[in-house]
C-alpha cells in the first residue's frame, strides 16, 4: 500500500503523526510506502520528514519547489506510489489512520472506500463554507456524498490510469469523486473519527483556497459540458 501525505508547513505536526501512521499501517500489512509531500513549505517540514525517513526506512520525501496547492500535492503523492493500493490522508492528525484496518475488508466489493466525519471538528465557519461547497457540488454535478472532502480515501492505484483529476487546489476531492462516479467506479463510504488539530495552521478556509476551489470546479463543469455534448 502507498500511503500519500500532502504537507504545507507541517513541521510541528510531522514528528506526532507520521510514527502514529507508521505503527498503523505496520499493523495491517508488511509492504507500504509514506509519500510526503512537501508542497513549497516555508518552515522546516522537508528537514523534519528527512528525519523521520531515517527512523522510519518507510517514509519518503518528494518536494515542490514552490507552493502548488493541496490538489497538486495529493496528486503527487499518489502518483508516486508503486503498490497496488493507495490511500491518502492529511498529515495534521485530525484522523485516526488505525481505522483504515476498517477499510482493507471492502476492497474485493468496491473499488474506492472514502471516509466521512462522523462527526466533523472543525471551527464554525468552516462547517459553514464545507454545507455551502457541498451543495454546490451536488447541484452542478448531482453527485450526492455525505462528505465530499473527507481526506481518508483507499482505493486501487489502476484506477488513477483511468480517473486524471485537474483540479490542483481545494477541488481535488469532489473532481475526483465526480469522475470516478461517472466512470462507474464502485464507492463505499464509512465513518472515521475526526479529531481537533494538534498543532500547525489549517489553510483550507482561506478566501483564495476556497475561491481557486469553487474556480476549478466551475471549469470542470463547463469542460464536462462541452465533452458531453461533442459525445
Request: with cysteine; charged share 30%.
Amino acid at each position: 500500500m502507498a500511503v500519500a501525505l500532502p504537507a504545507y508547513n507541517e513541521q510541528e505536526s510531522l514528528p506526532r503523526t507520521v510514527p502514529r501512521f507508521v505503527r498503523a499501517l505496520r499493523n495491517v500489512t508488511d509492504d507500504f510506502e509514506v509519500v510526503i509531500v512537501n508542497d513549497g513549505s516555508s518552515d522546516r517540514t522537508a528537514e523534519v520528514v528527512n528525519d523521520l525517513s531515517r527512523e522510519y526506512p518507510e517514509v519518503r520525501l518528494v518536494q515542490h519547489p514552490v507552493n502548488l496547492g493541496y490538489g497538486a500535492a495529493v496528486w503527487t503523492g499518489i502518483t508516486s506510489g508503486q503498490k497496488e493500493f493507495v490511500f491518502f490522508t492529511d498529515a495534521d492528525g485530525q484522523f485516526d489512520v488505525e481505522q483504515l484496518s476498517r477499510f482493507l475488508p471492502f476492497t474485493g466489493e468496491y473499488d474506492l472506500i472514502v471516509g466521512y466525519r462522523a462527526p466533523r471538528r472543525d471551527p464554525p465557519m468552516r462547517l459553514v463554507n464545507a454545507f455551502g461547497w457541498k451543495m454546490f457540488v451536488t447541484l452542478m454535478f448531482g453527485y450526492v456524498a455525505r462528505d465530499i472532502d473527507c481526506a481518508f480515501k483507499l482505493f486501487r492505484r489502476d484506477i488513477l490510469d483511468v480517473v486524471y483529476v485537474e483540479s490542483r487546489g481545494a477541488a481535488f476531492s469532489a473532481e475526483f469523486l465526480v469522475k470516478a462516479r461517472d466512470r462507474g467506479y464502485r464507492i463505499k463510504e464509512l465513518p472515521v473519527t475526526h479529531l481537533p488539530r494538534e498543532a500547525g495552521k489549517a489553510t483550507g478556509n482561506r478566501p483564495d483556497v476556497v475561491l481557486r476551489a469553487f474556480r476549478e470546479m466551475t471549469a470542470f463543469w463547463f469542460k464536462s459540458r462541452v465533452l458531453r455534448r461533442e459525445g
